[in-house]
């Protein structure tokens, strides 16, 4: 064994390149394989297979998604998450000119049953209600015991919500993506808006009018509504409708340039996250909906009409001593100044008498024609469902009394947003415009002079006759330092139910525009039977309770819409050149009384 061991550690095959050795036959093992020997290579042979398969599986796979990820263009399957968030068509956003959200949508998830597979309706009900408390037993149980493949148990659920029924386990239940409408602005916005019933259907407002558009397409709708200056109204209207006791209130603010409307406010209001919880009057549009007798504002288009026919003339003085007696009717003024007054004397002291009597000499023919050319006799068109059609007497009943009374604003009915569009026309060098409440991305173009309601001359000198409302007549409330705002009071009876005027019941307004030497915003606000106080020694017309309205209104926003005030010595050369196109001494040459113009019309009421 020596030697074979000695022979075998110096086996020269074993050191092949050693020089000088040379190699021994070496006698082989001549050992027979064991079983454990042939279990080994058994298994050697099976690990090697396993792991080429396991290679080719791999490369496969591999392959498989290098092709679905670079090369297919099929989409993918979405992951649950994704399925609650995506497969629920999404509604279009409505914002307001500067992108602020006012309606959006957010997906939620709802609870629905398939009835045949709950296997014990009386203890899921059971469950159910431990988790959703809120829901009705008896219908639950119906529900549950039923036969329908989906019945739908709640919408919306919360997060937490559907977690603690998705712990219950119970089989059958089943949570679906869905989607609702969220306001994030509230009430402030609601009337404009609108809302939508729990299947995102369109009931009221851009919601309803705009369905389709709001489905179909996913660019938000861009209103013209500015909510800065919408809840500045909001507040002013809110607090003059507190402070008077009114039953309600509305208000806008438009571009006279293009006719958007900046800001619409209709109280009372409701919140269109539960629509259901106002009634009837929190969800009518006061602005929209609502047609009113707008009272002396009227004498806007009657003066403009006088003045633009040629017929009459600033410095022509009419009777205004004794009442006019048509038919059944008397026609006077509450505050007689007992002297003939000239067309500018007229205008500021709100004489219903020398209006009848400027509008009789132009005649029923041409003051209908012109209210029509303004829109006020023809249902207005605005992106919204709740427009009320104009209340206007047929042309064949267009009688001297209706032209006479027309004068000053009774015997017709129109909306805010019309008597808005109609003022603006007449400050806007008689180009008609047009009100909407959707942002204009094109730039309004010219009009041709074929256009024009009125002369740019006639639309000058109004210009000037509304600022000496508010300097020396009827609105002195409006005034504001450095916007030489002007406007026209309006005071008109409700009528009530029976369709007569109601006793001490009235609607008291005022619509303005500043600045009046180059007029860019008009703001109206209307309060619906407002209570005198001490304040106003009692009184509750529109120079005493809107007029300082918009001239809070009017303070607050110019800054906003990059309009500074004007310094008081431009403000005074600004007036001048306004005063221009009156010519000279149109006026008495006095002041209007201190408080005067409050008195002299309590009511403008045909009596």
């Not at 009018?209 to 709001?214: S, V």
């Not at 806007?300 to 026919?309: E, M, P, R, V």
């Not at 806007?428 to 094109?442: A, E, F, R, S, Y």
Request: charged share 20%.
């Amino acid at each position: 064994m020596k030697g074979w061991r000695k022979q075998k550690r110096h086996d020269p095959a074993r050191q092949p390149n050693l020089p000088g050795v040379f190699a021994v036959p070496v006698r082989k093992s001549r050992r027979l394989a064991t079983s454990h020997d042939l279990a080994l290579d058994v298994a050697r042979s099976r690990l090697t297979a396993g792991f080429l398969l396991f290679a080719i599986a791999y490369v496969i796979i591999g392959g498989r998604l290098a092709f679905l990820t670079l090369l297919n263009d099929a989409p993918e399957i979405p992951t649950a998450q994704q399925s609650l968030g995506d497969s629920v068509a999404s509604r279009a956003d409505i914002t307001d000119r500067n992108g602020t959200v006012l309606a959006t949508s957010l997906p939620t998830i709802s609870l629905c049953a398939d009835a045949k597979k709950i296997s014990d309706p009386d203890q899921a009900a059971k469950q159910l209600l431990a988790v959703l408390p809120e829901l009705d037993p008896a219908k639950l149980n119906e529900d549950l015991h039923g036969t329908k493949h989906c019945v739908m148990i709640k919408r919306h659920l919360t997060p937490k919500q559907s977690y603690e029924v998705n712990k219950l386990g119970i089989a059958g239940l089943e949570l679906r993506p869905d989607e609702r409408r969220i306001y994030p602005t509230g009430r402030v916005m609601a009337h404009v808006v609108g809302y939508t019933d729990i299947d995102n259907n369109g009931l009221a407002g851009v919601e309803k009018n705009l369905d389709k558009r709001l489905e179909q397409e996913p660019d938000p709708v861009a209103l013209s509504l500015d909510l800065r200056l919408q809840n500045i109204l909001h507040r002013e209207l809110a607090n003059s409708m507190s402070t008077f006791h009114a039953e309600g209130a509305a208000g806008l603010i438009m571009d006279i340039s293009d006719g958007e409307i900046l800001a619409m406010v209709s109280l009372p209001d409701f919140d269109p996250q539960h629509p259901g919880d106002g009634d009837d009057a929190a969800r009518f549009n006061r602005d929209t909906l609502g047609v009113y007798e707008m009272g002396s504002t009227f004498k806007i288009f009657n003066t403009a009409l006088a003045l633009d026919s040629g017929l009459v003339h600033t410095g022509d003085s009419f009777d205004t001593v004794h009442p006019i007696e048509i038919g059944e009717q008397t026609i006077r003024d509450f505050h007689n100044e007992n002297r003939w007054l000239n067309v500018a004397e007229i205008f500021t002291h709100s004489s219903n008498i020398g209006s009848a009597r400027m509008a009789a000499r132009v005649g029923g023919a041409r003051q209908r024609a012109f209210l029509s050319r303004l829109g006020l006799t023809e249902k207005s068109i605005l992106e919204l469902p709740e427009v009320g059609a104009p209340l206007v007497p047929p042309a064949r009943d267009w009688s001297e009394a209706t032209t006479m009374t027309a004068a000053f604003g009774h015997g017709i009915a129109v909306n805010s947003v019309q008597l808005a569009g109609a003022v603006a026309t007449i400050v806007n060098d008689g180009i008609p415009v047009h009100p909407t409440i959707l942002k204009q991305t094109m730039p309004v173009m010219a009009k041709n002079d074929k256009d024009r309601v009125i002369s740019s001359r006639t639309s000058a000198i109004m210009r000037a006759l509304m600022r000496l409302v508010v300097t020396r007549g009827t609105a002195k409330g409006a005034e504001v330092a450095g916007y030489m705002l002007g406007g026209k009071t309006g005071t008109a009876d409700k009528i009530g139910p029976n369709h007569h005027y109601m006793a001490n019941a009235r609607l008291s307004s005022f619509v303005g525009a500043f600045p009046m030497n180059a007029p860019k915003y008009l703001v109206f606000a209307m309060l619906d039977d407002p209570k005198g106080n001490a304040n106003t020694y009692g009184f509750a017309t529109g120079g005493w309770v809107a007029a300082p309205v918009v001239s809070r209104v009017a303070a607050q926003i110019g800054p906003l819409l990059n309009l500074p005030p004007l310094a008081l010595d431009m403000e005074h050369a600004a007036e001048r050149q306004l005063m221009k196109p009156l010519g000279a001494q149109i006026l008495d040459g006095t002041p209007v009384e201190e408080g005067s113009n409050y008195a002299s019309v309590e009511s403008d009421r045909i009596q």
